[in-house]
C-alpha cells in the first residue's frame, strides 16, 4: 500500500513571500500521479497542481510549481507571490497508473495548514 | 457544470440511528468516490464506484456502512446504528475517467452522533 507523508503540519508565510511545502511518499510503482489539493476553510477541496511520474519535467501551474524528485520519493509544492487568498490546508495526494484490479482513488497525506500573514 | 454536490450538508444524530448521506457527482463522471475526513487528517478513502458497480471498499468501510449508486448517477451512503466514531466529514468526489484526470471533490457532510 501506498502511503504519503507530510511532515509540516503548520507554515506561516508573508504575504508576497515563497513558501515550499514538503512531501514525500512510498510506493513500489514505478509509474503514477501526484497531487496537491488545496481545502479553504468550510470550503471544497480543489486541485492545484498534478504530476505525471513519467514526466521529469516540473509541472508549474502560474504561482504554483513543483520539485518532483522521482528517486527520494519527494514531491514539494512551491507558492511564490503568496497571497491572502492562499491560506488554507494544503494535502499531496497519490494516484496509482494501474487500476485494473479494481483499485483507483487518491491516497491523502496528512495535510499542511498553510497561514499568510499580511 | 455545476460541480458534485451533497446533501445533507450537516447533520446531527443520535447514536444507534441510520444515516444516509446523497451525493450527485457532475452528470458525465463515470467514476464517483466517498471519502471520511476528520479533524486534522486527511481524507481517507472509503469506496468508489466506476457507473454502478462498486469497485472497491476499504477495510474502513464496516458492516454498517452501505453505498449505493444506482443506474450510475447518483449515489448514497448510509450508516447504521451511529456511533460517536462515525462522527467527521464524509466528501464524495467525481472524475471521468483514471490516471491523470481531475478528481472534483463535494463540499462534504458533515456527520455529528451525540
Known amino acids: 500500500a501506498q502511503t504519503v507523508t507530510q511532515s509540516q503540519p503548520e507554515m506561516s508565510v508573508q504575504e508576497a513571500e515563497t513558501v515550499t511545502l514538503s512531501c514525500t511518499y512510498d510506493t513500489s510503482e514505478s509509474d503514477y500521479y501526484l497531487f496537491w489539493y488545496k481545502q479553504p476553510p468550510s470550503r471544497q477541496m480543489i486541485l492545484v497542481i498534478r504530476?505525471?511520474?513519467?514526466?521529469?519535467q516540473n509541472a508549474t501551474e502560474n504561482r504554483f510549481s513543483v520539485n518532483f524528485q522521482k528517486a527520494a520519493k519527494s514531491f514539494s509544492l512551491k507558492i511564490s507571490d503568496s497571497q491572502l487568498g492562499d491560506a488554507a490546508m494544503y494535502f499531496c495526494a497519490y494516484r496509482s497508473a494501474w487500476t485494473g484490479g479494481g483499485a483507483d482513488g487518491l491516497t491523502f497525506g496528512k495535510g499542511t495548514h498553510l497561514i499568510i500573514q499580511p | 457544470d455545476t460541480g458534485v454536490s451533497q446533501n445533507p450538508r450537516h447533520k446531527i444524530t443520535k447514536r444507534g440511528q441510520n444515516v444516509t448521506f446523497r451525493c450527485d457527482p457532475i452528470?458525465?463522471?463515470?467514476?464517483l468516490y466517498w471519502y471520511r475526513q476528520t479533524l486534522g487528517q486527511g481524507p481517507e478513502f472509503l469506496t468508489y464506484?466506476?457507473?454502478?458497480?462498486?469497485?472497491?471498499k476499504s477495510r474502513l468501510l464496516s458492516d454498517r456502512f452501505s453505498a449505493e449508486r444506482p443506474k450510475g448517477s447518483f449515489s448514497t451512503l448510509e450508516i447504521q446504528r451511529t456511533e460517536q466514531g462515525d462522527s467527521a466529514m464524509y466528501l464524495c468526489a467525481s472524475s471521468l475517467g483514471q490516471g491523470l484526470n481531475t478528481i472534483y471533490f463535494g463540499e462534504g457532510s458533515w456527520l455529528t452522533v451525540v
Open positions: 464506484f466506476q457507473n454502478e458497480a462498486q469497485l472497491e
Open positions: 452528470s458525465e463522471h463515470n467514476r
Open positions: 504530476q505525471e511520474a513519467y514526466k521529469q
